[in-house]
């Protein structure tokens, strides 16, 4: 059994006539200390009634016990902090392995299906633990090995407590099969600029107005001025086309230029629904959003608000008018494709007002233009028009 094991104390005015008095009850002490006329000493605790009992002038306080049992009463006192950091360290466990979303990213409804069901058939579900990386590439290796005709790639990744997996279908043609007759034609009006011809007959050259609907690239083949085979066009047609572009500028305009002083804040969002846990301090600021916890539809974000200070000023006439043919080359670019080119532009009028300046600016784009037309099968018309016929002769 172990021995409890304490350290006492009690003033003492003469060290020497206590030691005597000490010597005389021939008690087990351990060690003794005498600091600034108060004496200290290590015994066991059943010696503490014995020296109360025979030393009745000493007044003696624990002050310290030693051992497990100081351990235990270190424990008592801090059996609320110790509580709190178990439950903290509970909730961290859970926050970076429990699985609280399986979000299957793919547009294809039956996809979705046949994985999640392969999913939860291993474990991966909502509210379940995390697979570490090695289990998620088995599974994603079994998977692909069982689904060789429908899923091409797969991929796991982890966002906080969501789990997203990432899958591209397996598109098996059969270009045997592919009976598409068709044309290129002109989707709008401009003059041919160049053109690229990758299957069928090209009907237009270069510098050629065309307008919309035309035929670039006809699928119909012929030669001598007779048909030899249908098939589908394939190739790109560029063309110079025009746009008239109005845009309004205002002549004053605000500007924000950042102070270098920011504070934090705590968002709660619901569907998007957001709200500030605290108020704000800055009457004008940008801010950057960080994602801390997800759970279904609720997100708890950390803000970071930078303060600005809003001035107001004015353009010239000459920074206006540059304004105004920006803002118009860039309302167009939303319009146009990634291959099309802006290549010229022009003010045709402006007109300056109290407050705004109004611009018309012309602009022309190198603007890919062609797009597929399927031609009607011959047979099919034939058909119907024969039908029709003998309707008529019935009549």
């Not at 409890?4 to 003469?14: E, G, M, P, R, T």
């Not at 005709?149 to 592919?178: C, Q």
Request: hydrophobic residues 35%; contains cysteine.
């Amino acid at each position: 059994m172990n021995k409890h094991y304490i350290w006492v104390k009690s003033k003492c005015l003469d060290y020497y006539k206590f030691v005597n008095r000490l010597a005389k009850l021939n008690l087990k002490i351990y060690n003794i200390k005498y600091v600034n006329k108060e004496i200290y000493l290590k015994i066991e605790e059943d010696t503490l009634a014995k020296l109360n009992k025979y030393l009745v002038s000493y007044k003696f306080k624990v002050v310290k016990e030693l051992g497990i049992y100081n351990f235990k009463n270190s424990l008592i006192k801090y059996k609320e902090l110790l509580i709190c950091l178990v439950i903290g360290l509970v909730l961290l466990f859970i926050c970076t392995n429990l699985v609280v979303e399986v979000n299957i990213i793919h547009e294809n409804k039956e996809i979705r299906e046949l994985l999640m069901d392969e999913l939860e058939s291993v474990g991966i579900k909502t509210l379940s633990f995390k697979k570490s990386y090695n289990e998620l590439q088995k599974i994603k290796e079994n998977i692909l090995e069982k689904y060789p005709t429908k899923i091409d790639w797969l991929e796991f990744e982890t966002d906080g407590m969501i789990l997203n997996v990432k899958v591209e279908e397996r598109i098996i043609t059969d270009t045997t099969k592919d009976n598409k007759k068709c044309n290129i034609i002109a989707k709008k009006e401009g003059t041919i600029s160049s053109l690229l011809v990758s299957n069928g007959e090209a009907l237009v050259r270069p510098n050629d107005l065309v307008k919309k609907g035309d035929v670039l690239i006809s699928g119909i083949v012929t030669y001598n001025n007779e048909e030899k085979m249908r098939v589908c066009a394939k190739g790109e047609v560029f063309a110079h086309t025009w746009y008239t572009i109005k845009v309004s500028i205002p002549f004053e305009y605000n500007e924000y230029t950042l102070t270098g002083k920011k504070k934090y804040n705590l968002i709660w969002s619901n569907k998007g629904n957001k709200t500030r846990i605290f108020k704000d301090r800055f009457s004008s600021f940008e801010s950057k959003d960080k994602l801390l916890l997800k759970a279904f539809d609720y997100e708890l974000l950390l803000e970071t608000e930078y303060e600005n200070n809003k001035q107001t000023l004015t353009f010239t006439e000459e920074e206006a008018l540059n304004e105004g043919i920006n803002k118009g080359i860039e309302n167009l670019k939303t319009k146009l494709g990634e291959k099309d080119t802006i290549i010229d532009k022009k003010v045709l009028k402006k007109v300056v007002n109290d407050s705004t300046m109004d611009i018309e600016i012309f602009i022309v784009v190198n603007e890919l233009i062609s797009e597929e037309q399927i031609i009607a099968n011959e047979a099919e018309r034939i058909d119907e028009s024969d039908m029709g016929n003998n309707q008529n002769n019935t009549e």
